[in-house]
């Protein structure tokens, strides 16, 4: 009796286990090794401002924001969060897009508080390049990328 009882205990840990690495919902989970993004400041020219954030060797700015609403399977990878004066927020998260195998976007969503827009960022390297951009995503008008 005793040795069944400790096989289902030990059973129900190693499901619960499994369970826990799942993506669940809308949004990826937050990955152990997750990256603290810094959000800088990028100016084109003197007087133009745009938030930036760094990821490798690619810098990515605002360019946009979803057409619609966010369904199951957009979001791809949960890649960290964001820090600002180093302050990190843990709920502001940084994921890649689906359909964006190249990562030309990434997305900076506040899974904690629906009041916040989620914005689109869009790797500076990219710029006068045709880039394929996913469906549910569309350019702001920013001067920056006209």
């Given amino acids: 009796m005793t040795k069944r009882i400790v096989t289902l205990i ?7 286990s499994f369970a826990g ?10 990955p152990w090794d997750a ?5 800088g400041e990028y100016s084109p020219m003197p007087g133009i401002y745009y938030s930036s954030i760094k990821w490798g060797e690619r810098t990515y700015i605002p360019y946009g924001k979803l057409s619609r609403e966010l369904q199951e399977g957009d979001l791809t990878d949960c890649l960290g969060y964001t820090k ?12 890649t897009l689906k359909g964006d195998n190249d990562h030309n976007y990434l997305i ?3 899974v904690d508080n629906s009041a916040y827009v989620p914005e689109v960022y ?5 710029k006068d390049k045709e880039v394929k951009t ?6 702001t008008d920013r001067v920056f990328w006209k």
């Fill in 134 to 139: 996913p469906d549910f995503i569309e350019s």
């Fill in 84 to 95: 600002y004066n180093n302050e990190e927020d843990k709920n502001s998260r940084v994921f």
């Fill in 108 to 110: 900076i969503i506040h």
């Fill in 10 to 16: 030990l059973a129900a840990i190693v499901l619960l």
């Fill in 21 to 30: 690495c799942k993506k669940s919902g809308l949004y990826p989970d937050l």
């Fill in 122 to 126: 869009r790797a500076l390297d990219t």
């Fill in 35 to 39: 990256i603290s993004f810094d959000i």
